[in-house]
């Protein structure tokens, strides 16, 4: 274990760290206030204590802990539990000193809530990355013409499970299955996607901490880790919440298990997808390694008349987004199909080789 001082220097390290992601992905707020916890963030009360001694690995890359207080603040806000920092969150705008001060106040004051808080990672489901997902979607649809059975995994609290209830626009096109009070419209580069319309039979999501989109607690928990100036993302997330409240929920399992049991069926004239969004990395290394296993297995038992896919938008080796990829059996063909930013902002389509 490293010493005090040592730990100290790595967590400041994670809140700078942070700043710049927040700041990169539009929320100066956030920017600003992981910034402040960097150079004032001290010992004095048990919130700091704890933060500043993190026994793992603070970084965003680990235990995202700025994220975690950034969550465990904001929640505050939601609930309207501390009129001192409600004043100083979006819409309202607060001087630094100002702000930190109420940022201190409510340390003190929701210790306790707080510190609890600081137990869990942070859990969103950005549901833009619908608007990333469609395309890979009609892909599929176009390449089988079949209907779509859905497995998607790290589905949180299943707003990207009912990716077919919203609509969009893509470039030039718009595309709608029914009427919907959520439209997404990422900024688009390059060709336009297949314009199909596309048949889900059956859909089902898993995650290991699983989110319900009717009960109060659970929405303002994943509201919380929204960050508080995008308000738009705010209220795109409370209207998807409640289209998902009317539908079955998340199975509450792990990854790999329930991955094991939702590919056991073959579904006849059927295409089953199994898909997830920055979600796999999070898995430990050897239930990576087991659930690339069973879907391969899966894929050798994939026929022209049940065959099986995989869509996937994961972080890679490159800075630019994250890489969409689309993979198909029986073929077991596999190509980088776009790219696209985290909170699906923008979409840079390449599309299936010779599909237009």
């Known amino acids: 274990m490293p010493d005090g001082r040592t730990t100290e220097e790595t967590v400041r390290l994670a809140f700078v760290t942070q700043a710049k992601a927040c700041q990169s992905l539009g929320s100066p707020f956030t920017a600003g206030l992981c910034a402040l916890a960097a150079e004032r963030l001290t010992a004095d009360d048990p919130v700091g204590e704890k933060i500043l001694s993190w026994p793992g690995d603070p970084s965003p890359h680990g235990d995202s802990v700025p994220l975690r207080l950034a969550g465990a603040l904001h929640a505050l806000v939601l609930a ?3 009129p001192e920092l409600v004043s100083a969150y979006p819409p309202h705008t607060a001087e630094a000193d100002d702000l930190w001060d109420a940022v201190e ?16 990672p942070p859990q969103t489901n950005e549901v833009r990355r619908s608007a990333v997902l469609l395309p890979g979607f009609l892909t599929i649809s176009s390449l089988y013409r079949k209907p779509l059975v859905l497995s998607e995994v790290g589905a949180s609290a299943g707003l990207n499970l009912y990716w077919d209830h919203y609509a969009y626009r893509l470039g030039e096109m718009s595309w709608a299955l029914r009427p919907s009070p959520v439209t997404l419209a990422p900024e688009w580069k390059g060709p336009t996607p297949p314009n199909i319309a596309v048949h889900v039979t059956s859909r089902a999501g898993c995650d290991l901490n699983p989110l319900a989109p009717a009960r109060d607690e659970d929405a303002m928990r994943l509201l919380s ?6 308000t738009d993302r705010l209220e ?14 998340v199975d509450k399992a792990d990854a790999v298990d329930w991955l094991e049991q939702r590919l056991q069926p073959v579904h006849a004239d ?8 920055i979600a796999w990395q999070y898995l430990p290394k050897s ?4 659930g690339e296993a069973l879907i391969a297995a899966a894929g050798e038992r994939a026929t022209e008349s049940a065959p099986l896919a995989r869509l996937q938008m994961e972080a890679d080796d490159q800075k ?3 890489a969409l990829t689309l993979q198909v059996w029986p073929s077991g063909e596999k190509h980088l199909i776009g790219r696209a930013d985290f909170h699906g902002r923008w979409v840079e389509w390449t599309g299936w080789p010779g599909l237009h």
């Not at 106040?105 to 869990?120: G, M, V």
């Not at 880790?225 to 995008?230: G, H, L, P, S, T």
């Not at 795109?236 to 929920?249: F, Q, S």
């Open 270 to 277: 059927q295409v089953h997808v199994i898909y997830h969004t």
């Open 105 to 120: 106040h409510a340390c003190r004051t929701h210790a306790p809530f707080i510190l609890d808080r600081l137990k869990s």
């Open 236 to 249: 795109r997330t409370r209207l998807a919440l409640a289209i998902a409240a009317n539908h079955r929920g």
């Open 80 to 82: 309207r539990a501390d």
């Open 225 to 230: 880790y929204i960050w508080a100036d995008q």
């Open 287 to 290: 239930s990576q390694q087991k």
């Open 320 to 322: 630019h987004g994250a």
